[in-house]
């Protein structure tokens, strides 16, 4: 009924503030990195083709009818040209992202979970912060394929984190911190559909100028990740990089031992072969006196 459906709504609505409100530390360290991230993620989402379209190529989204002018008409399609190669550039994107996501634990592993966060929110600070002195198009493509790696890094890293904290400090209430963090996720979006419009009207409607803004609220994403408490999956990988090293030591010793058993079969095998060569000696040497 309706009156049940709205209660529904009210206590989702009062667990949700009650996550906010009561998270544990390192959720709402990871919370606030979340939030910092996604709005560079959302920036790119929803402005990465309309950059390619007017700051690369040079074009613009103008109407286009049979009165048009021809540096009309031609200001259109360099802007369309340029949505398709921010398509291509999304298809990097989501290739290197999609990379990093396989490749994650052996990252965290080989320079530290913290190490690897930071590495890659900094290089998607960078390419937001010189965004708007870019023209060149390879050199777009190529720099905005990099924030791949963060944009894997923002799916896995802090849900790594919050999850393995849950799982061993707080299980009861995993789900309610892993939806808290989510909410991270859903408030850049609202951010950057508000006032999005109105910091590319502020810089005489430069799409790139919301791209430097991400950079710099990224900017601060790195120095909150230095608060992040890693040391909970740190040390796991580093016990299971140890252990890792423990059996292959004990295989190789293992392995040792193996071959020289075998070597020992091999010399006693040649004494009872030699002993049977000087039984068939003596006993033809028997032979010949008879």
Same mark, same amino acid.
């Given at each position: 009924?309706?009156?049940?459906?709205?209660?529904?709504?009210?206590?989702?609505?009062?667990?949700?503030?009650?996550?906010?409100?009561?998270?544990?530390? &390192?959720?709402?360290?990871?919370? =606030?990195?979340?939030?910092?991230?996604?709005?560079?993620? !959302?920036?790119?989402?929803?402005?990465?083709?309309?950059? !390619?379209? /007017?700051?690369?190529?040079?074009?613009?989204?103008?109407?286009?009818?049979?009165?048009?002018?021809?540096? /009309?008409?031609?200001?259109?399609?360099?802007?369309?040209?340029?949505?398709?190669?921010?398509?291509?550039? !999304?298809?990097?994107?989501?290739?290197?992202?999609?990379?990093? %996501? =396989?490749?994650?634990?052996?990252?965290?592993?080989?320079?530290?979970?913290?190490?690897?966060?930071?590495?890659?929110?900094?290089?998607? %600070?960078?390419?937001?912060?010189?965004?708007?002195?870019?023209?060149?198009?390879?050199?777009?493509?190529?720099?905005? %394929?990099?924030?791949? =790696?963060?944009?894997?890094?923002? !799916?896995?890293?802090?849900?790594?984190?919050? %999850?393995?904290?849950?799982?061993?400090?707080?299980?009861?209430?995993?789900?309610?911190?892993?939806?808290?963090?989510?909410?991270? /996720?859903?408030?850049?979006?609202?951010?950057?559909?508000?006032?999005?419009?109105?910091?590319?009207?502020?810089?005489?409607?430069?799409?790139?100028?919301?791209?430097?803004?991400?950079?710099?609220?990224?900017? &601060?994403?790195?120095?909150?990740?230095?608060?992040?408490?890693?040391?909970?999956?740190?040390?796991?990988?580093?016990?299971?990089?140890?252990?890792?090293?423990?059996?292959?030591?004990?295989?190789?010793?293992?392995? +040792?031992?193996?071959?020289?058993?075998?070597?020992?079969?091999?010399?006693?095998? +040649?004494?009872?072969?030699?002993?049977?060569? +000087?039984?068939?000696?003596?006993?033809? +040497?028997?032979?010949?006196?008879?």
């Amino acid at each position: 009924t309706k009156a049940s459906t709205l209660r529904d709504i009210s206590d989702a609505l009062h667990e949700m503030v009650y996550g906010l409100y009561h998270m544990p530390s &390192i959720v709402r360290q990871c919370w =606030f990195v979340q939030f910092c991230t996604y709005f560079s993620n !959302f920036a790119c989402w929803v402005y990465l083709t309309d950059y !390619f379209g /007017e700051n690369i190529m040079r074009g613009d989204a103008v109407q286009i009818n049979a009165a048009s002018s021809t540096d /009309e008409i031609l200001a259109r399609h360099r802007y369309d040209l340029g949505v398709e190669y921010g398509n291509l550039a !999304f298809m990097f994107i989501a290739g290197i992202s999609a990379g990093f %996501s =396989f490749m994650a634990t052996r990252l965290v592993n080989l320079c530290g979970l913290k190490r690897l966060w930071i590495i890659c929110l900094c290089i998607y %600070s960078v390419v937001m912060l010189v965004s708007p002195f870019i023209r060149d198009l390879n050199t777009a493509l190529l720099l905005f %394929s990099f924030i791949g =790696f963060a944009m894997g890094a923002s !799916f896995t890293l802090p849900w790594a984190v919050v %999850s393995n904290f849950s799982a061993k400090q707080d299980p009861n209430n995993a789900g309610l911190w892993l939806s808290s963090l989510n909410i991270a /996720e859903c408030g850049p979006e609202l951010t950057v559909g508000l006032l999005g419009g109105l910091i590319i009207d502020q810089f005489k409607s430069d799409v790139s100028a919301v791209f430097f803004v991400s950079g710099i609220v990224n900017v &601060i994403s790195v120095v909150l990740v230095l608060k992040v408490d890693t040391s909970l999956i740190d040390g796991e990988h580093e016990t299971a990089k140890n252990s890792a090293n423990y059996d292959m030591v004990n295989n190789s010793n293992e392995d +040792d031992e193996d071959e020289e058993e075998e070597e020992e079969e091999d010399v006693d095998e +040649d004494e009872d072969v030699d002993e049977d060569d +000087d039984l068939i000696d003596h006993d033809h +040497d028997d032979a010949d006196m008879q």
